[in-house]
């Protein structure tokens, strides 16, 4: 594939953060999806017909034999996200898959090898690293004008039944640990320049029907130093969302999502800082950036597996 020809994508999962990619994508020159792939053949269909998409399955193993596709974005259940990237991967796809990468770090490890075996862009949706909000943040880090001494940051969703974002029926079950937490560790790591050497988590009751526990707290240090603690909860009845503070050497910034504030509640313009403020659609960009640049992405699956390592032994933690 030159650099000038247009790069054709299949999205499989065609929910509610399908759709936000489909939005992203739209915004983006030299990017077309050309298969869409959804659990409903009929409501697929639907969302193909609004965005001019020619071919629908409910089989993404029928996306992945079109030889026209070259990279696959994966909205699908958190269970089946390392063994899809693997079948995108074997079929010569570049791909992103949304967070979590994995549910089992074995799997996710087994996303690397296959990466590195195949040499393909493998990326997983760490949606934090691209929000101009924690962007601002990280470039002021960059530059030596903020060191992070602390973030906290509270993750609040009212799910006491099993459903999306949209507050639609899920076919799978959701979880703090591997799906929300996983945005956090990530990205404590991230702007803090250094790798978590020590993690603690404590949880809620289990739901008697979900399965799951509701209610859990983490701490996090990382090497240099700094530390994390990061309250989440599903029974939370509002605001919902995810709230973070930075406190560091020179300030103390509060992000939510792609707004940011000082620690008097002043708003910070984070306008001029990228070319959207749309998060998944930056998130996008520098997928299909890479592809083309034949380079290893902001958030590949290389650079996030250490979060996944932290998951495990928080995992190990809890069952213990």
Known sequence: MSDKQTLKVALSGAGAFGIKHLDGIQNIPGVEVVSLVSRELE????????????????????????????????????????????????????????????????????????????GKVAMCGHTRRFNPSHQWVHKKIKAGEFNIQQMDVQTYFFRRTNMNALG????????????????????????????????????????????????????????????????LSFNNDGPLGTFFRYIGDSGTYIARYDDLFNGKEEKIDVSKVDVSMNGIELQDREFFTAIREGREPNSSVAQVLPCYKVLHELELQLKG
Request: hydrophobic letters at 45%; a negative charge.
């Open 43 to 118: 409501k697929t269909r639907e969302v193909a017909a609004r965005y001019g998409i020619g071919h629908v399955s409910t089989e993404l193993a029928d996306s992945l034999a079109l030889p026209e596709v070259d990279a696959v974005i994966l909205c699908t259940p958190t269970q089946m996200h390392a063994a899809q990237a693997i079948a995108c991967m074997k079929a010569g796809k570049h791909v992103q898959v949304e967070i979590p990468l994995c549910d089992l770090l074995a799997d996710g490890e087994e996303v690397l090898r296959v990466q590195q075996e195949t």
């Open 168 to 231: 639609q029926a899920r076919s799978w079950t959701d979880h703090l640990l591997w799906h929300h937490a996983a945005h956090t560790v990530d990205l404590f790591a991230y702007q803090a320049g250094s790798p978590i050497v020590k993690a603690n988590a404590v949880q809620g009751p289990i739901h008697p029907t979900l399965g799951i526990a509701m209610d859990m707290s983490i701490q996090l240090k990382a090497a240099n130093g700094a530390i994390c603690t990061l309250s």
